[in-house]
């Protein structure tokens, strides 16, 4: 077993979006309340936003305007374990780390490639890290690189098509032995409209549930649009292993250029506050 954070890489990936940049905003709907409020605020305190209880928005379910697939979920006041799980006091008994690899195999066989795993411990990776596992080729690991893209044109009828071809194509990287699905909606185009990820990743999740598959193989997400900690939670809640969100990290850079996050002068720990704030706030949403 080999730990994630301990390859060494001489290779840095920054997340900066170059000429993308704007084009990635518009497309994946960022508003400047989710840069100034939320992306910047964590980045900023390495914690999650704080803001008011009270929240007056019509239920997406019932308003006639487009929203993302998150905000068809809704988090009930006081949902919580009982007894409950104190996530700041208990930090020390509480992890988010896990495993890519063998790990889904049957335990009850004696074999030496139940080693055969890479251990992360925090979900939430950089660009470099993804890099990593995008070509890891520890012990002979391989991945399936999806696209979560459907034709723009064809509308509905597009993205049910795509769907179903995602789907089946991480059925066959099951059957193809591969270690780990790497679902990706970098590559947008005018042509190319991104699936949504909550979609793509529940959708690919319960196909492999029903073919008997899913424990065979783990979900790599690489997104521009997860930004909130509910997104997070969501999308590791149905089946995501790991997730790059590339857009909210090419975001910090800007502001870093900008100058308008000044409370920390590194950028690595900037990034590194950042991905403390999701993981958490996951801790307290997906304990």
């Given amino acids: 077993m080999v730990n994630l954070e301990e390859i060494e890489t001489g290779h840095q990936i920054s997340p900066d979006m170059a000429g993308d940049h704007e084009r990635y905003l518009s497309s994946f709907n960022y508003s400047a309340e989710d840069i100034d409020k939320i992306i910047k605020e964590m980045a900023s305190s390495g914690k999650e936003p704080i803001g008011s209880m009270g929240n007056d928005v019509p239920l997406a379910v019932l308003s006639r305007k487009p929203y993302r697939l998150f905000n068809y979920f809704k988090q009930l006041f006081a949902q919580v374990t009982n007894p409950p799980i104190d996530p700041i006091r208990e930090e020390l008994v509480m992890t988010l780390s896990g495993y890519l690899g063998s790990l889904q195999q049957n335990l009850l066989e004696t074999s030496p490639d139940h080693v055969k795993m890479v251990r992360f411990r925090n979900p939430v990776i950089t660009n470099t ?120 990290f090419a975001i910090i850079e800007r502001l870093l250029l900008k100058i308008l996050i000044t409370k920390f002068l590194q950028k690595a720990f900037i990034l590194t506050g950042n991905t403390v704030s999701i993981t958490g706030g996951t801790r307290r949403q997906y304990p």
């Avoid at 991104?194 to 690919?204: F, G, M, N």
């Fill in 129 to 248: 890290y993804f890099g990593i596992v995008k070509n890891l080729r520890y012990k002979g690991f391989s991945a399936a690189n999806l696209k979560m893209h459907f034709d723009a044109e064809r509308g509905a009828a597009g993205l049910r098509e795509s769907l179903e071809q995602l789907c089946n194509d991480a059925e066959k990287a099951v059957d193809d032995g591969k270690n780990y699905i790497i679902l990706s909606d970098r590559g947008i185009t005018s042509e190319l409209a991104p699936i949504p990820s909550l979609l793509a990743v529940s959708a690919v999740h319960h196909h492999l549930i029903e073919k008997r598959k899913r424990m065979q193989i783990d979900i790599v997400v690489e997104s521009a649009e997860p930004r909130e900690i509910m997104h997070f939670a969501l999308l590791f809640g149905y089946g995501a292993s790991i997730i790059n969100p590339y857009m909210s």
